[in-house]
């Protein structure tokens, strides 16, 4: 399946079995991670995030399904199809002025239960990005769930929870997802350990568009505070503990609270995809 955001919902059932994570701290997988982030870094913002081509063919980048009421959620459903955008242009900008090509992905609202290229997905499911379809399926409720559960409101917050998977969709651009579970596949042994580093890569993916948003002037006073609340409020300790159980970094697939806020933070004060390079170092 594909990369997703690490909260368990409802009833406190997993999301999609997320059968990702990188190799090591050496050989080739390293060597690949490190030439793709450092060809895609060290070119900053672009600023002025506009183009005058449809990266989506004509086609709306997001699907908000027939469940999703517009007449309560249009707003929302408006802001997502901002950030996608958004994210989408700074990459596609980003690659672009690497002399590679990007493909913009998709975002598919819906509540209460869908179908996605990875399998079914319902409000336990939580964010996640489908590596076969190459999109990012989100539940409108997850929104409720972030800011009253979890204790981190506002829309930025909503905007790094979006970001962090078209961060998973730059892994798959990159073919560093691919690689990946290459990886994973010849030590199944390292799986949670490897899934970690590949999750807080997209964090950082994700802080590397806040940088951006930064650089246009277009942050308010307290959204970087609601950004690193929402990735602290979803680390596997934080979650571990709020459900009551033992707090076992050994079963982690996300990273604790201060690694997720860390990584988002390295991505935003660098602003350079090659600073994303958790495989690396802690």
Known sequence: MGGGFGI????GGGGIPIPVGVGGTGGLIL????????????SGSSGSL??????YGGQPA???????DLTNNGDLVQFAGFV??????LWADTFQRAG???TPTRMVLFTSATQSGCGPANAQTGPFYCPVDQKVYLDL???QELSKRFGAPGDFAQAYVIAHEVGHHVQQETGIEQQVTQQQQQDPSQ????????????DCLAGVWAYSVYQRGDLDPGDVDEALKAASAVGDDRIQASAGQRVNPETWTHGSAEQRSSWFKKGMSSGDPAACDTFGGQ
């Open 8 to 11: 368990p919902m409802g009833g």
């Open 31 to 42: 060597v690949i991670i490190v030439v793709v982030l450092n060809l895609l870094g060290g």
């Open 50 to 55: 506009g183009s005058a081509l449809d990266p």
């Open 62 to 68: 997001v699907d908000p399904q027939a469940t999703v």
């Open 84 to 89: 996608l955008d958004d994210t989408n242009t």
């Open 100 to 102: 590679q090509s990007y």
């Open 141 to 143: 409720g997850f929104f």
């Open 191 to 202: 799986q949670n350990a490897l899934s970690v580093k590949l999750e807080l890569q997209a």
